[in-house]
């Protein structure tokens, strides 16, 4: 089975800390994506990337940034964190450019003060 | 914006009927469509993807899909209370050279006994 580990299931950080949010994948795939999910809003992409060291900005990509070092891990950066930013991040993974059937990690709440 | 409606629900059926579920989307050169389903706290997990238009059935889900009328839906039959999740409609996009998974918000659907 496909596994994607996201490292924390619940985090709690001040307004203004930088933030690290990591995500490893263990099968081998080229995309990964960072989703945030808010009620009501659904499933936004926030960045993505289909190769080592290579990044692509979603549809809200404003106040984030990532890293992709290594083919199984994408780390999704708040520079300076802030209230808005408050939601549940999904990472998640997919084999190949044009398959898009992707497998989530179980999800971080971020909770800014 | 390329975009992915569902309708918010909740879907209210009775135990050992068949749930509907819809989806519309904007982007007529869409080529890839999945049904995810995510319990409450949890990340969604993928039960069923279409690429052609017609039905696809795997054991109680069909999934159907109308490329001309933009359109997909999901069918469950002999719908039980485990099956009370919210289920999103993703719809792959292709932007910028890229495939993207665009998510709609989400059905609610609760199954009563």
């Known amino acids: 089975d496909v596994k994607v580990t996201q490292s924390s299931r619940y985090l709690v950080k001040r307004t203004g800390e930088k933030v690290f949010l990591e995500c490893v994948q263990d099968m081998d795939h080229e995309n990964m994506f960072w989703y945030r999910q808010d009620p009501g809003l659904g499933l936004r992409l926030i960045y993505f990337s289909y190769d080592v060291k290579m990044k692509e900005k979603g549809d809200i990509p404003e106040g984030y940034s990532v890293s992709r070092e290594k083919k199984e891990r994408f780390s999704l950066i708040l520079e300076s964190a802030s209230t808005n930013q408050t939601s549940m991040y999904l990472c998640?993974?997919?084999?190949?450019?044009?398959?898009?059937?992707?497998?989530f990690g179980q999800g971080t709440r971020l909770t800014v003060v | 914006q390329k975009e992915v409606e569902q309708n918010s629900g909740p879907l209210s059926v009775p135990e050992g009927a068949i749930a509907s579920l819809n989806c519309t989307y904007s982007d007529r050169g869409s080529q890839s469509f999945f049904w995810y389903r995510q319990y409450s706290g949890k990340s969604p997990e993928l039960i069923m993807f279409i690429y052609s238009n017609g039905d696809k059935e795997d054991g109680r889900f069909t999934a159907q899909l109308n490329k001309a009328s933009q359109y997909v839906s999901l069918l469950i039959r002999d719908s039980q209370p485990s099956d009370s999740a919210t289920y999103l409609c993703?719809?792959?996009?292709?932007?910028?050279?890229?495939?993207?998974?665009?998510f709609g918000a989400g059905t609610r659907l609760a199954v009563h006994p």
């Open positions: 998640a993974s997919s084999p190949y450019r044009g398959w898009t059937e992707a497998f």
């Open positions: 993703a719809v792959s996009s292709l932007g910028g050279g890229y495939n993207k998974l665009i």
